[in-house]
């Protein structure tokens, strides 16, 4: 066998987490594309990150450079296989207590779409794009997040191929409906050892009855969203919808709530809000192997806005509730149910900064494999830099402050006490202190290079080698 060649490093934290994945690429070429191809990714975005703003090269003309090339060979021929990284990533996550995903936190599960001209490149076609709020040709994917009140990690990606690309449409062995990728997407999680609470989604799986069922038999909790005119038959003088059956709740004002219950919420920034929630028992009724309730949370009950009124689907049973079968899932209060569905939000998030910091679906490949490649060398680019950030503010992790409080507590929840303490985490704060070294140093070595065939001056070299191992510099810089 032959000897394995060495790999230039990386600059900073960069190379600590790329030589762990160095054993699953078997050549000295793989190796370094791994790592050039997260620092393209990571470097700040002055256009969209395609191949050529990846190598750092001039647009349209250096599309035919060797090192674009170099990157599109890596991306589209090279052997290697990208389940093995993700399964890598996740393996890191859960290795390191800082980052490891725990019971209390949620699945959250999600379709993302993005535009995409042409026919050629798979999975590609005329359908309804979350990003843009309309139909048009592009590309979906299902994707399944890990969250709580501190951290989030995207765990897996599956591309949503539209029944048209199909030889037999809806009736090829192929097709697979956003519900049942995102069902395998749970078993995904369970097979890779991520504990939850509960698996979070919005109305599309929450009214899809194979999803529900596909739980059920997999006898995994969730809280799912509903639609506030989702219909049902019913005598004419009761309730159809959720939002008419909210209303029937006996609510006059806040010093008679009736049926009504208050729900203190805190978000991350720190403030509060009180919210109002009541259990819905006129539309579903418990049973005894199916103890579904019904949630409806709100801001006010009175007008029961549609922008701050969430409609919830739940098979988690109530304190006290004694079914002839027991379920195997922990009780949870309202308080705890609006907590679970309340961390949906980081969804929202994860998307923009996948999308646009990290250049999620700004790939300019093809083939299935290739796309499938760049979504998980994202999701890498992605926990690297909340890895760097938490070795870099290690010190304030090592211990609580002297009043420091659980997060779901506080909003009124279960107690959840989080193993990270400190200062709030925020991956844009992560992002650019990963930036602050990395950033230096990739420009500095190119301004330098462009200029003069030489080494570097003294003073140059110093600043080089100091970024060079993660020396992070504030570029808001005040005279």
């Known amino acids: 066998m032959s000897k394995r060649l060495p790999c230039p490093p990386a600059p900073g934290p960069l190379e600590d987490y790329a030589a762990r994945f160095d054993d699953l690429f078997a050549t000295l070429a793989q190796r370094r594309g791994f790592r050039e191809y997260l620092q393209g990714l990571l470097l700040p975005r002055d256009r969209n990150k395609v191949l050529t703003a990846l190598a750092g090269t001039e647009p349209i003309v250096g599309a035919q450079g060797a090192p674009a090339q170099k990157l599109q060979f890596f991306l589209s021929e090279s052997a290697w296989e ?59 994917s299902v994707s399944s997040v890990w969250a709580d009140e501190n951290v989030y990690h995207p765990l897996h990606v599956e591309p949503y191929t539209p029944a048209k690309r199909l030889e037999k449409a809806n009736s090829d062995p192929a097709f697979r409906t956003k519900p049942e990728i995102a069902a395998e997407l749970v078993e995904n999680a369970r097979q890779a050892d991520i504990p939850f609470r509960a698996v979070v989604a919005d109305c599309l799986y929450g009214e899809n009855p194979a999803f529900q069922s596909a739980l059920w038999k997999t006898r995994v909790p969730y809280v799912l969203s509903l639609r506030p005119h989702q219909g049902r038959w019913a005598e004419e003088e009761a309730a159809h919808t959720p939002e008419e059956a909210a209303q029937d709740m006996g609510w006059r004002s806040a010093d008679e709530p009736g049926a009504w219950k208050p729900i203190i919420r805190t978000f991350k920034d720190g403030h509060t809000e009180r919210w109002w929630a009541v259990e819905v028992t006129t539309l579903i009724g418990h049973g005894p192997e199916k103890p579904l ?14 922008n701050s009124s969430w409609y919830l689907m739940t098979n988690i049973p109530a304190p006290g509730y004694r079914p002839v079968q027991e379920s195997s899932f922990e009780a949870a209060a309202l308080a705890e149910v609006v907590r679970l569905y309340g961390l949906r939000q980081w969804i929202e998030q994860s998307y923009r900064q996948l999308k646009g910091e990290l250049g999620f679906a700004d790939f300019e490949v093809r083939s299935d494999r290739a796309i499938r490649r760049h979504w998980e060398l994202v999701f890498c680019a992605f926990s690297l830099c909340w890895r760097a950030y938490i070795q870099e503010q ?12 659980p997060v779901a507590e506080q909003s009124g929840g279960k107690a959840v006490q989080s193993v990270l303490f400190g200062p709030p985490l925020s991956w844009p704060v992560a992002l650019r202190q990963v930036r602050s070294w990395l950033d230096p140093w990739v ?24 970024v060079g191992r993660g020396h992070s510099l504030d570029l808001y810089v005040s005279v």
């Open 82 to 140: 990208a389940q093995q990284i993700n399964t890598r990533r996740l393996q890191m996550i859960r290795e390191d207590p800082r980052t490891r995903p725990h019971e209390d936190g949620v699945l959250v599960l999600d379709e993302t779409g993005d535009r995409k001209d042409g026919t050629k490149t798979d999975h590609v076609g005329y359908q309804y794009l979350g990003s843009i709020g309309r139909i048009a040709n592009g590309i979906v």
């Open 293 to 306: 309730r019904l949630v409806a949370v709100t801001t006010d009950p009175s007008t029961l806005p549609t």
């Open 443 to 466: 420009m500095l070595w190119r301004l330098w290079q462009a200029w003069s065939e030489a080494d570097p001056p003294p003073a140059l070299q110093a600043l080089l080698d100091a």
């Open 394 to 405: 290690e010190p304030a992790f090592m211990a609580p402050a002297p009043d420091a409080q």
